[in-house]
């Protein structure tokens, strides 16, 4: 599995962990604000941003893809079960009409039994780790490209070129990142370490929008059988 995805199923297995504590507790309010915050923080503003390209762009059967629909099966088989007890009739809903092989020979999500996502610690802990400095790396990063939009300098963040300065700790965890660019949903990334605190220049990316991933790309064109896409698109296209 990518990385990402890997962190992912680690966020999960955390939440499954918080809220079964919090339900044997009886403290349902702390049960819903979890839910809540989970598909705020973790889902809507970073994994399923994130995720949009590799889910419409990426060719179907690849492994990129097919990680991501596993993932996303996962997410649904926790998170309904989770919700059942407070959402008795919604979450039965979801139940009757999840795919058949997610919910296996449970008739009803109350019979589905309480998700178990245990993940290996040693494996985790660096992930977390390292997530929690690209995540507070990339808040600084979306408030500079909402400044940049509203000083016309780009309009959709692929657009935009980053340069960000960060101490050199900060640097090295970015810098292992493979797909930094599509961490941050931008055209490219530079780094320099040094600095004290994250700062963050945006300017224009090279290169033109592929029309059909609409990523900047430089090279468009680069495959005679598609000239008009990038050369992601241009692989993914000669395998459908």
Not at 91 to 120: H, K, M
Request: proline share 4%; hydrophobic share 45%; glycine share 6%.
């Amino acid at each position: 599995m990518p990385e990402l995805d890997r962190y992912a199923l680690v966020t999960l297995s955390d939440l499954v962990r918080d809220v079964t504590v919090a339900y044997d507790e009886w403290r349902f309010h702390t049960v819903y604000r979890l839910l809540y915050e989970y598909c705020g923080s973790d889902l809507s503003s970073f994994y399923l941003d994130v995720l949009k390209d590799r889910l419409y762009a990426d060719a179907p059967d690849s492994v990129e893809r097919r990680s991501a629909q596993t993932v996303l099966a996962a997410m649904l088989g926790a998170m309904v079960r989770m919700v059942a007890p407070i959402l008795t009739f919604t979450s039965e809903e979801i139940w009757q009409l999840a795919p058949a092989p997610l919910r296996g020979t449970a008739v009803s999500v109350q019979l589905a039994g309480w998700p178990d996502l245990a993940v290996d610690e040693e494996t985790a802990a660096p992930l977390r780790d390292a997530y929690g400095t690209v995540r507070a790396v990339r808040d600084v990063v979306t408030k500079a490209l909402e400044d940049a939009r509203g000083a016309g300098l780009v309009g959709k963040s692929q657009e935009a070129a980053l340069t960000i300065s960060a101490s050199d700790e900060a640097v090295a965890v970015l810098a292992a990142r493979p797909a930094l660019a599509d961490l941050f949903m931008v055209g490219s990334v530079a780094l320099q370490g040094g600095a004290d605190t994250v700062g963050v220049v945006v300017g224009r990316a090279a290169g033109e929008k592929c029309p059909r991933c609409w990523n900047i790309r430089t090279d468009i064109g680069s495959d005679a059988a598609h000239p008009d896409v990038c050369g992601r698109c241009a692989a993914v296209l000669e395998r459908l």
